[in-house]
């Protein structure tokens, strides 16, 4: 059974960091397409950030970018989010996304989230 | 970027009713797009993806159509399970986009 489990997300004050870790199961992880996706309270969904199956080629929202960096240990089954100098604004539940394997932009298994809080 | 948008933003209905939400892209996505459907306090599930296969699992009551800049998600008899929050994904290029969300609930 594919499993995907995030943590890491808690209270953190402004310009402050944290790190998100997703532990994935059930499935090759070095063979998948991974990114994060979150979701601010009683809002829509945002796409944050892809990496590809070997880490070469990663991709960032501009809302993160130079801020937010993605990276896996394909070793680990792991794949991370090291959030920095973040904002109110990036109060929300961060999924992790597996990418399909006939295209990897879209996403068929996804972690049940955690909530990252942004406040003083 | 490209611009994502849905219509209804919400539509009430009653079990067995067809239900069509539809998707429209600010440019060009060819049929780079999937269909999301979310139930509250739950990650997203992925429906149908490039506009019109559909996922593994998901009920055939689910379909998808559309090309270019306008596509459609419809639920030929929506079942008491189908009362959700339903989000279009665009695929075709980085940053991926996803439209607001259209939320189907009982009339």
């Known amino acids: 059974e594919v499993q995907l489990v995030e943590s890491g997300g808690g209270l953190v004050q402004p310009g402050g960091s944290l790190r998100l870790s997703c532990a994935a199961s059930g499935f090759t992880f070095s063979s998948y397409e991974m990114n994060w996706v979150r979701q601010a309270p009683g809002k829509g969904l945002e796409w944050v950030s892809y990496i590809s199956s070997s880490g070469s080629t990663i991709y960032y929202a501009d809302s993160v970018k130079g801020r937010f960096t993605i990276s896996r240990d394909n070793a680990k089954n792991s794949l991370y989010l090291q959030m920095n100098s973040l904002r109110a604004e990036d109060t929300a539940v961060y999924y992790c996304?597996?990418?399909?394997?006939?295209?990897?932009?879209?996403?068929?298994?996804w972690g049940q989230g955690t909530l990252v809080t942004v406040s003083s | 970027d490209i611009q994502m948008t849905q219509s209804p933003s919400s539509v009430s209905a009653s079990v067995g009713d067809r239900v069509t939400i539809t998707c429209q892209a600010s440019q060009g996505i060819s049929s780079w797009l999937a269909w999301y459907q979310q139930k509250p306090g739950k990650a997203p599930k992925l429906l149908i993806y490039a506009a019109s296969s559909l996922q593994s699992g998901v009920p055939s009551r689910f379909s998808g159509s559309g090309s270019g800049t306008d596509f459609t998600l419809t639920i030929s008899s929506l079942q008491p399970e189908d009362f959700a929050t339903y989000y279009c994904q665009q695929a075709n290029s980085f940053p991926f986009t996803f439209g607001p969300g259209t939320k189907v609930d009982i009339k």
């Open positions: 996304a597996r990418g399909i394997v006939v295209v990897p932009y879209y996403f068929d298994y």
